[in-house]
């Protein structure tokens, strides 16, 4: 083993030296190890001794730290998953990675060589951070840390800190940032600061009528994408001059820098402008998600793609191995399912999401707000053709997901376009079939997901028009075999399910599509309580919980960034109260064949099982190498504490048979557990009800519940790969 025998010579912290005097007082055992050893060299031997003397007698969890499977870990006790931390430690000592978040500045892993300089020489270059995580990393071991759920009563009081945009209080005062706002557009109208050929006012009309022929508008998501803001002057003067200084430098700079503004009317009403007591936060994670970071500011311009499948080289296969017909209008990631990004204004959205994974494309100029300049070229119909034939001719997929950018933003026109594209490219593909004998036949179109923000952010755009599109499509795609129909949404807080969003809902379920969510959880959706309490009101309104990701990317997402282990931590303690019995699950899988009664059919089970929501998403993190997962261990921590960790694919699903060649992916974590407590006290919380997440340094992926699964064919398929080639 390489230890790396590097002279430390700057001296710790008075901080940094009071914990680790914690850590030598609460274990002097492993102290001793340390503080007699002859060398470094002896420290590793003994310490490594010691831990596996522990471990013995305990086969499972002998067992997991030798397969290095994190499933197998956490079949352990909490004092054995520390102890298999500990020892990947030590393994993975003197080890190289590079770190995405400094440049990609290779830094050896020496967790172990730092302690042993701190407790011997009281020197080094590591932080408080790193020791703290260290401090309870034994405490873990030790018995200090325990790993004491919380009980049903309190998780449930955690739910009842935030309030929905259905609370009648809330409503009221959103009516007031409404008239605020509404007063500014028509002003700015009156005055000729905006121009527009559809929103004008006749001349002679009092500010009463004007007003009047304003609120009229506002049911318009037309209206609404026409007054986006674009910048931060006019955004603060639509917050009433409520945004802090500090707050409107950064939203300067990111102006300066070229990132685009774009938060539409309608969402900014959603933004609280006042401060209530007892009531601090509770719109923080609206604010989070469209208002720029100082580490934003200071990355775009050098942001690459997180996900290494979504660069794309003519010709050449993708991470994955999959061969792509177009780099910007068609994703690939699994066998059965394939991303279509039509070139329509499906590539813009109804406002910018400061974490959104395609932020690079935003960069790029791939995907923008200027919405005229969006509209498809006259040779768009034959492309989509063309790039459909992909689907039509591959011997696996199954699944369409519609995305974009967004794809509710496409005009009325655009979307039945679309769909037409798929319905007739999915006859083509049974007809097809028809000729080829059983075990040969080709994979044939059973789902089609539509991908959208916009009920949370326009819920205006679903109107009767657009709906009945989705509604024929359905009833003509259902004839031809296609079993599954979901709209996709992506609502972040409950403070974002308005009455607006609840009527948009139900007019998607009317038209027999399933709806479901995907949360992106940042630290603000973090929060102790806030994202159960999401699930709850979603559950109410008839929208089933799809995903929670883990923020993606690196240092530009930096302030959004809740740890994994948080994420583990809450699918652990949190999410654990809308569990069903596998039999319950496979009852709900009936949806499918009842969409118009969503609503009823989620609300009798839960009471039923005296539940507040049903838990049927899975908390992953998209894999800056192929898919989705949350499996891994923890194998090593930086200087600065931030955790190193280690994924396994998810061997629950399908993957590209890349994977087999695929080594793991090792994760270098932006933000230290220290730091995210920090954040979580600075949004008011009590950091003592976290403390268990500390201990959480391994993870296994959720499987999927079976209303998720794809519906068996009465055939059998071939198993040969197309558009596939060995990388």
Not at 292 to 314: C, M, N, Q, T, Y
Not at 352 to 372: A, K, W
Not at 489 to 514: C, F, N, Q, R
Not at 526 to 555: A, E, Q
């Amino acid at each position: 083993m390489n230890t790396f025998n590097i002279p430390e010579k700057q001296d710790l912290t008075v901080r940094s030296l009071t914990i680790v005097k914690k850590i030598t007082d609460e274990n002097p055992e492993y102290a001793k190890i340390f503080t007699n050893a002859e060398s470094f060299e002896e420290v590793i031997s003994k310490l490594k001794d010691k831990l596996l003397n522990e471990l013995r007698g305990n086969e499972t969890a002998m067992q997991a730290y030798l397969s290095e499977k994190a499933e197998n870990v956490n079949k352990t006790g909490w004092k054995e998953a520390g102890i298999i931390r500990l020892l990947n430690y030590i393994k993975y000592e003197g080890s190289s990675f590079s770190d995405p978040n400094r440049n990609n500045k290779i830094f050896v892993n020496q967790p172990i060589r730092h302690l042993y300089n701190a407790i011997v020489l009281g020197k080094g270059y590591s932080k408080k951070d790193f020791f703290l995580d260290m401090l309870y990393l034994f405490r873990q071991i030790n018995g200090k840390l325990k790993q004491k759920e919380p009980s049903e009563h309190k998780v449930r009081s955690w739910m009842s800190k935030y309030p929905s945009g259905l609370s009648e209080k809330v409503i009221e005062k959103r009516k007031k940032n409404k008239e605020r706002i509404l007063k500014i557009i028509v002003e700015r109208i009156s005055s000729g600061k905006e121009v527009s050929r559809r929103f004008y006012f006749e001349e002679g009309l009092s500010d009463e009528e004007r007003y009047k022929i304003a609120l009229k508008w506002w049911e318009d998501y037309r209206f609404h994408l026409r007054f986006a803001v674009r910048d931060p002057e006019l955004l603060n003067e639509m917050l009433d001059y409520s945004l802090r200084p500090t707050r409107m430098k950064v939203l300067r700079a990111a102006y300066k820098r070229g990132i685009p503004f774009f938060v539409n009317p309608y969402y900014l009403s959603l933004i609280d402008v006042t401060i209530t007591p007892g009531k601090i936060g509770i719109d923080r994670t609206l604010r989070d998600y469209v208002f720029h970071s100082r580490e934003l500011v200071e990355e775009f311009g050098h942001i690459v793609a997180w996900e290494k499948e979504d660069i794309v080289e003519p010709g050449k296969p993708n991470a994955a191995g999959w061969l792509l017909p177009a780099h910007n209008n068609i994703h690939r990631r699994y066998p059965e399912v394939a991303i279509f990004i039509p070139d329509t204004r499906g590539r813009a959205c109804a406002g910018l999401c400061v974490s959104c994974q395609r932020m690079y494309d935003f960069q790029s100029g791939h995907l923008n707000f200027n919405l005229d300049k969006l509209a498809p070229r006259m040779s768009w119909d034959k492309k989509m053709k063309k790039l459909l034939e992909y689907w039509e001719n591959d011997t696996q997929l199954r699944e369409i997901l519609i995305t974009g950018g967004d794809a509710f933003m496409n005009t009325t026109k655009q979307m039945e376009q679309i769909l037409d594209g798929v319905y007739n490219m999915a006859v083509r593909k049974i007809e097809a079939n028809k000729k080829r004998p059983d075990g040969e036949k080709y994979a044939e179109m059973v789902r089609v997901r539509i991908g959208t923000r916009l009920p949370a952010y326009l819920p205006h755009r679903i109107t009767k028009e657009f709906v009945t599109v989705l509604a024929e499509f359905k009833k003509r795609a259902k004839e031809i075999g296609f079993k599954q129909f979901i709209i996709q949404i992506h609502v972040e807080s409950p403070m974002e399910v308005t009455p607006k969003l609840k009527d948009a809902v139900s007019k998607l379920l009317a038209a027999g599509w399933m709806v479901t969510n995907q949360l992106v959880f940042t630290a603000a959706a973090s929060r102790r309580g806030h994202t159960i309490k999401m699930r709850k009101v979603l559950n109410d309104i008839g929208v089933v919980s799809y995903y929670t990701f883990s923020v993606k990317g690196f240092n530009e997402n930096y302030q959004n960034f809740a740890t994994n282990e948080r994420s583990v931590q809450e699918k652990t303690e949190e999410k654990i109260i809308g569990k069903l019995t596998p039999e319950m699950y496979d009852e709900l899988a009936g949806l499918h064949n009842n969409i118009e009664k969503t609503q009823k059919i989620l609300s009798d089970i839960r009471k039923e099982n005296n539940i507040p929501f049903i838990a049927t998403d899975r908390n992953v993190l998209n894999m800056p190498g192929v898919g989705k997962s949350m499996r891994f261990n923890t194998i090593g921590i930086t200087s600065d504490g931030r955790r190193v960790l280690q994924f396994d694919h998810d061997h629950k699903r399908t993957h590209s048979p890349v994977i087999n060649k695929m080594e793991k992916v090792v994760i270098v974590e932006s933000k230290t557990i220290g730091e995210y407590l920090k954040q979580m006290e600075s949004m008011g919380e009590d950091i003592n009800d976290y403390l268990s997440i500390w201990g959480y340094s391994s993870s296994d992926t959720e499987g999927r519940v079976p209303v998720y699964r794809y519906p068996e064919y009465d055939f059998k398929i071939t198993e040969k790969l197309t558009n596939y080639e060995e990388i």
